[in-house]
């Protein structure tokens, strides 16, 4: 069974521009969080979809935003693009609302804005 | 709010010892879950271990295995025979409630020596 996926595996832009990372759930699976995890800032939870509507979100400014698509893959985008949005974006992926399901993780993307 | 503290920023052990990782929690809620992730230097984020706070008896998943205190709030993973391919980062993190966020610690660096 195909793991949690995400694209591209690395992205540089420059301040100002905007990201798009995308992401594929573990087939079956509905729900998609959105993770960053900055050096030194440890790992903050982004955003949760699931069903195509967004569930939650963290303490992130609106230039982050995201959606996911009726075969729930996701997509994460950052608009104006700071030098500390540079980070590891993990996406995961769980079975679904219920509390005890477990959110499995992709490899992430690495964006670093210059 | 859900705080999970990891206060070893970093350990080391010898090959085929034991070793345990601490992790404390505050919650308000009675119904969470506890988790370690590993996370080795490929960066993809591993579940080694879950807990459910409402069972009292300690999860095992082959050489890992946990000390669940409820009442001090302590959910500390053991590693029995040590491997190599252990040496990685470890996360404690916790989930609750309707958000279904995950709440992740600063996460532990661990070196297996040969």
């Known amino acids: 069974e195909a793991g949690v996926t995400q694209s591209p595996t690395h992205l540089i832009k420059t301040r100002g521009q905007q990201a798009t990372l995308r992401c594929s759930p573990i087939?079956?699976?509905?729900?998609v969080y959105w993770y960053q995890q900055a050096l030194g800032l440890g790992l903050q939870f982004l955003l949760w979809?699931?069903?195509?509507?967004?569930?939650n979100r963290g303490n992130f400014p609106p230039r982050f935003s995201g959606r996911q698509f009726p075969n729930y893959s996701s997509e994460l985008n950052v608009n104006a693009l700071e030098l500390e949005d540079s980070a590891l974006y993990l996406c995961?992926?769980?079975?679904?609302?219920?509390?005890?399901?477990?959110?499995?993780f992709g490899p992430g993307t690495r964006l670093t804005v210059l | 709010a859900q705080t999970v503290t990891q206060s070893q920023p970093e350990m080391s052990v010898q090959e085929a010892e034991t070793v345990t990782l601490s992790c404390t929690y505050d919650t308000s809620e009675n119904n969470y879950y506890l988790f370690w992730y590993k996370q080795p230097p490929s960066r993809q984020m591993i579940l080694v271990i879950r807990?459910?706070?409402?069972?009292?008896q300690n999860a095992t998943e082959n050489r890992f295995s946990v000390n669940f205190q409820k009442a001090a709030k302590s959910f500390s993973l053991k590693i029995s025979d040590s491997q190599l391919g252990d040496t990685a980062m470890y996360f404690c993190?916790?989930?609750?409630?309707?958000?279904?966020?995950?709440?992740f610690g600063k996460g532990i660096t661990l070196s297996v020596r040969p």
């Open positions: 087939s079956g699976h509905t729900s």
């Open positions: 995961a992926s769980s079975l679904g609302l219920v509390l005890r399901d477990t959110q499995y």
């Open positions: 993190a916790s989930q609750t409630g309707a958000n279904s966020k995950l709440t």
């Open positions: 807990q459910e706070a409402y069972k009292q």
């Open positions: 979809y699931d069903e195509g509507e967004e569930r």
